[in-house]
């Protein structure tokens, strides 16, 4: 991305991994007629990372990308590709020696803040009379709809039901006693993290 950058021919790029599992690099030409030229040079680097290009041989290592702003609006899409080129930009970051970081450049601080600046942080409700903020809403939600799309389920059968007390119950026991640090959610417990290697 470096010598993209220093080209100046790309306005945008993101990182995402997919099912099966597939690890994709869209990558946005600053025009049309400069694509030719960002396709050269990604082509010098396949080599090194060709399990993380592409999970089945017959697949082409590079591809048309029309973009999505179909499903997000045009200026929804706008938005979007810049919040995916951030968590792209935050995933190099996380590995690069020469990156200058601090101890709030963590996932969970630039989370917390992206919801606050979009309302999540003052507003809220109250449950079982004690006010709880939207962002604490989002999360619970988010956690429940996330083990439903990745169980396949379209709604909450006692299966899935119990899963989620059981995870729930067992970072709650993980909690007891220890004080509260932000960073403690990527760094504390090595059993939540995980590499993914393509064949």
């Known amino acids: 991305m470096k010598e993209l950058e220093s080209q100046g021919i790309i306005n945008t790029f993101h990182l995402l991994f997919e099912d099966e599992p597939q690890f994709f690099l869209r990558i946005e030409p600053n025009s049309p007629d400069e694509s030719e030229k960002v396709k050269h040079v990604v ?65 969970g601080k630039i989370l917390h803040c992206f919801l606050n600046s979009i309302g999540c942080g003052v507003s809220g ?23 439903l799309v990745i169980r396949d389920k379209r709604s909450l059968d006692p299966e899935t039901e119990q899963e989620i007390e059981e995870l729930v119950d067992d970072e709650i026991h993980q909690w007891k006693g220890k004080p509260w640090r932000s960073s403690r959610i990527s760094q504390s417990d090595s059993r939540t993290l995980y590499l993914v290697g393509l064949a």
Do not use: C
């Open 43 to 107: 082509k010098e680097y396949p080599t090194a990372i060709r399990d993380l290009l592409v999970a089945h041989p017959e697949q082409q290592e590079l591809a048309t990308y029309p973009g999505e702003a179909e499903d997000y609006g045009e200026d929804g899409w706008l938005i979007a590709k810049r919040v995916f080129e951030i968590g792209g930009r935050m995933a190099i970051g996380q590995i690069d020696s020469a990156f200058r970081k601090g101890g709030k450049f963590e996932e």
């Open 125 to 147: 409700l109250f449950r079982n009379d004690k006010f709880v903020t939207r962002e604490t809403i989002f999360h619970l939600k988010q956690f429940t709809g996330r083990m």
